[in-house]
């Protein structure tokens, strides 16, 4: 088990090659935000789009489009229950992130299976909130799961519905187990979040805090997975995904000595500073 | 009759305990906001989440969706005329705030009646705004203040309709005594407003001013008891209720020392810092 | 002729008795923006709204609800084609502007006669942008001016079309002529605006700059002009409408020192700061 | 070939002339923005106001609306599918830009033919996004460009589109040929931006960096050059855009010194105030 230090962070984050376009830096694609939970799918595209993703289209409910662009006007839009349009957006991403506010109805399920054949082992896909509760219920997808290497952002409840290991027994060893069946990356959102990687490392958190146990934390986490992805995909997978991971309990460190609580919102905000601040001198 | 002062916010707002995540700090539901009034409800919820409720769920007109999401995307929304989303939510709130922007029609009616026909004693009850209106219009929903004890947050108008004694003669004694007919908490809102507790204890407030006097104000002091009784819930109920009402006074005291009138924005933006400096070191 | 100095501006701005609510800070109800140019009364309603107004409802295009209610929550809505809305708003307004972006269809049209209609003497009425065209293409609404003695706040070319000045022609003898025929206040936007009282005296703005030449800053000086007399009511109205004007500029001037160009909504944000600095120690 | 230098700066952005109203400031009309690019042009209209256009309208999808009047309320909208409005809107306009978000089906196709038939050389005409990749695909449409003069700015791709000159190849001379052949100016956006004026003059960018490698960078450009247009005609037309172009890489290098990759919303926040720093004292 490796803990995470602020060494991570200029391993990954480093100054950009001056000859480079928006098309180096990855096209991501967010998937979620049905009619009632669309904010955590607008969280997680700001946060892709404040990391530096190069592009950026979240498919969600159209009840959802003009939050979307008035809250991020860099994102593009694509209604997710066209099933054309998603298939099409799906083929041209680089990075997928699915779940954040999908909530779990027939509808929800459709998309995610869309999702899941239409993504391919080349891309880096990311699945997070209800998307696992609905892979938890419906054990035809793990199939997926196995060719496509995702990775898993469940919290303790939603790693409990997937690996049936109760929160209460939930250690190591017996994770590791599950996730490694898996065949994913799985980084369990808790008090000090731990990152189970493909090659049965892990990676322990030992930052963040009480602060942080709001609505919308983890989609921001998701977001910022997905545009670290993207525009380092040129450097080691696991460990863009710990900078990522880090840097997001970092930044809510940060705000939280002059904040009681750290609002999602507020984390994006600073994203774009925090990632300066890390680039070595 | 107690008049409060500062000790009573670093009683309350103490630093959260390491191991807790969004479920130990609350659900709440906020009710309200029709086509004609939605400000008022999204500047409840607003304040539930910069005070650090655990996850909040604003059940309102979906004429208010896109501007909910668009200024807290942290927000979770219902639409409020779903007879069924709306007792399912009701069930699962620690915390219930109905009557910002409600309106006093008939759908405002039925909803007020759905919230009290399926809130629980053991649920948190805040009654705000038009739907003390409608209480005092219809008497038969006086028996459910009497088992659910909830907070009613009248101004003096409402006050009056409420419990039929003149604002020119509201005075302690008779607002004590027909508050104790109601068994309610009641938050009596003026110039220096009085909080009469379920035990027959008086807080009167001392701060506050008139640059306070504008609209959206009270929907933000409602938000502030919901998301303060959310997540200090474990703390003595009456004090958690005194301290919410104290900060909202508070940080307006302190934003009129730089702004002629002090607006609900300005309030909810310096919730999360105004409640950082409140922890005692 | 009275050129304006700041010192209009610690006459009317004062500081507010402890004892008042936002009943004594008036009701102000504004009245435009069609689906084309919703933008002129939301700007307008948040100016009257950072003045310090007590209450505030728009009445505008159901397709401006979302945007108002995300830039001032504060703000209460109506769908100024419902008529029966409309003249109960008028009915319970202190303060009535009418105009910005309204238009100038049949529907505008609709909505300005029954402003006419149904505003009283007592009440104070100000008519703004395409309200004023349309008075000048039909003058059966001239006598209603003659009766509620508004403040018009035309531009030089709306001024020429309501008075057949030819803006070359204008001056203040000519422009006091038709104005006191008119019976109102006449507010001539131009560089350096100039105030034409009810009682013949001028007033002369001498501050202001080219940096406010810009799309919706006039709506924001006749949403500042309610807002001022919304809360003003108690003194000399016509050095109320005169300080309103002066605050305006002179807010702009400020920001201009650090900004090419000064937009509405700059203005806006600054307001609140502006007032309390205007306040005599 | 001529290196830009911040002197261009002062030369365009100079005092504002005391006596002068929004109308010296020039009417802009933005086209663009279907139901799924709809940020593009609101970042385009956004970045047009906040130079100081003096009246802006978009004309866009309807489903844009409300974020327009939230990010921007000082725009005027028309719908770009109402065929009479667009050509009353076209017909008013100082400066035209189409292009942003605009898409590539039917409809945006006939939008497109709309705003060339109708635009007159009299009109600065700038062609920005899908309206390049149109024009590429639609040779009909070249004999528009000879006839109008217009501004492209083509990213790479979208100029060998045009110009059947792979993105290998491309080089000033082979540039110059088919840009004369245009009889347009190219504003050909890559890493170190080429300006090609029409009298066969080059101005070549050295500013600027990969920080701006994100989406909807362009389409801020293109605003500034539609803003700076409107408000500097009275100016050396080919200086004016070499300011635009400079400004809007001088303002994101001054970003990039505090965040790591810099958003169009971060350039346009800071285009007022860059421009008064630019003001020749």
Sequence with gaps: MHVLSKNILNQIITTRPSESHKGNYGRVLTVGGNSQFG??????????????AGLSTCATSVDNLTALHTIVPEAMFIPFDSEYKLIDALTNADVILVGPGLGTNEDSLKILQI??????????????GSAITMIAE?????????????????????????????????????????????????????YHTTIYHRDGSISQ???????????????????????????????????VVDAAVYAHSAIAD????????????NIITEIQSFMKLSVAP
């Design 115 to 128: 999702v899941l054949q239409h993504a391919i082992p080349e891309q880096q896909l990311i699945i997070d």
């Design 254 to 265: 940060k705000i939280s000595t002059t904040k009681y609580v750290v609002l999602p919102t």
């Design 205 to 239: 958190l030992a930052i963040g805090g009480p602060y942080m146990a709001t609505g919308g934390m983890g989609d921001t986490l998701a977001g910022m997975i997905a545009g670290f992805l993207a525009q380092f995909k040129l450097k080691n997978y696991d460990y």
């Design 39 to 52: 904010g955590a799918i607008i969280l997680a595209t700001s946060a892709v789009i404040h990391c530096g």
């Design 138 to 190: 419906h054990h035809e997808f793990l199939p997926f799961l196995k060719e496509l290497h995702p990775i898993l952002t469940p919290h303790q409840m939603e790693w409990q519905r997937l690996s049936n290991i109760k929160i209460s027994e939930q250690d190591d060893i017996k994770n590791t187990l599950y996730q490694q069946k898996l065949q994913s990356t799985v980084v369990l959102k808790k």
